[in-house]
């Protein structure tokens, strides 16, 4: 059976805010509480996608306590969010538990921690994380933290991976916790590389031989991740995708998000909620690449090392833009038909749909312990 898997989304963020993704979230941006959101229950069903790894996300920019805290808040709503549909979704810690929950008809919602930042300089609550349910963490996010150097950190703190870091990677090996190579610099990719015993992960990255970005991987890296044995999950933001898109729309992006912010701050300010709206419908009147340059870049990735090494990583509900076609997650059997049609067997979108993600979950949770 296809089991259908997004292994990366920040849905978490938009239970915070007060979703309950057992009723379907409002799909339009509700000023002051959600932005255009992608993600709930009814629609990952409609969109026949059978689990999803929910970033247990923290800003680089957080205090360490600060951090610590923020990610027990988004573990505990997440928790919150199943406890209450326990009809629809199942928490899920391994692909033996996720097959038996497709087989009952169960959303399976996984864990990933997107920022290291909340294990502080202590494995001690890297091994709590693991025990609540956290199945991989990506290094570090949009900059430098004390295991890694971010691919957006403006200076390089460790040139790579630090020496607590090197303990980090040990430590996730030894759990069976998977290591996730999106946002860390190439230095920091390289480092992890030759330290980790276990195969690694990029749950959502482009390639940068069709999109020339930082976030995006390099053949090289690409290669040398699959010869480990990993997968790269292809990131659906349109920025991501495609560089005309991302030089056009980038500029109008961060003014929508930083207008987004300040409003946030000031919400009683009409001025500043018309500022957000105008942004918004700046970047809205940009056209958008198609869903289909996902499938471009699973395309490079297969032609490249073959098809057991790519899957999908949407990063819904943390993306401020979606491709043309592919505005939510029920919409996510597109990706499947287009597969077809470009000719790939059943077997092989299998894989790509989730099969290669799960093989590598499995194969590090048994390297460990
Ligand atoms: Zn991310």
């Given amino acids: 059976m296809v089991f259908l898997l997004d292994s990366h989304c920040d849905a978490p963020l938009m239970l915070a805010k007060g979703a309950d993704f057992g009723r379907p979230v409002p799909q339009g941006y509700v000023p002051g509480k959600f932005p255009v959101t992608h993600v709930d229950y009814a629609r990952m069903k409609k969109g026949g996608v059978n689990g999803s790894f929910f970033a247990i996300y923290t800003s680089n920019f957080l205090s360490p306590d600060a951090a610590t805290r923020r990610a027990l808040e988004l573990i505990a709503k997440v928790y919150d969010s199943v406890d209450r549909n326990q009809d629809k979704a199942a928490l899920t810690t391994s692909p033996a538990e996720a097959r038996r929950n497709a087989r009952a008809g169960l959303i399976s919602v996984f864990m990933g921690m997107e920022n290291g930042a909340p294990i502080q300089k202590d494995l001690s609550l890297l091994r709590m994380f693991w ?22 950190s403006p200076e390089p703190r460790w040139h790579g991976v630090s020496p607590f870091g090197r303990e980090v990677i040990a430590e996730m090996n030894r759990l069976g916790m998977m290591i996730d190579v999106s946002h860390i610099s190439d230095e920091s990719f390289w480092d992890v590389i030759k330290y980790s015993q276990a195969p690694v992960v990029a749950t959502h990255s482009c390639c940068r031989a069709l999109n020339d970005h930082p976030r995006n991987m390099t053949d090289e890296m690409i290669v040398a991740m699959a010869e480990k044995g990993g997968v790269i999950q292809v990131n659906f933001y349109p920025t991501f995708l495609d560089s005309a898109y991302g030089q056009k729309a980038c500029d109008l992006i961060d003014a929508a998000e930083a207008a987004q912010d300040a409003w946030l701050e000031n919400p009683s300010d009409p001025a500043l909620q018309e500022r957000v709206k105008a942004a918004y419908e700046a970047v809205n009147a940009i056209p958008r690449p198609s869903y289909k340059k996902i499938v471009d870049h699973i395309d490079h990735v297969v032609k490249l090392v073959g098809v057991k090494h790519v899957g999908l990583g949407s990063d819904f509900d943390g993306i401020e833009v979606c491709p043309s076609g592919l505005e939510d997650i029920s919409r996510m059997q597109k990706i499947i038909i287009e597969l077809r049609k470009r000719g790939y067997s059943e077997y092989e979108i299998r894989l790509i749909a989730g099969g290669n993600f799960l093989r590598v979950m499995d194969t590090v949770q048994h390297l460990g312990e």
């Fill in 131 to 152: 025990r609540m349910g956290v199945t991989y963490m990506t290094l570090t996010h949009a900059r430098s933290n004390e295991i890694c150097d971010s691919c957006t």
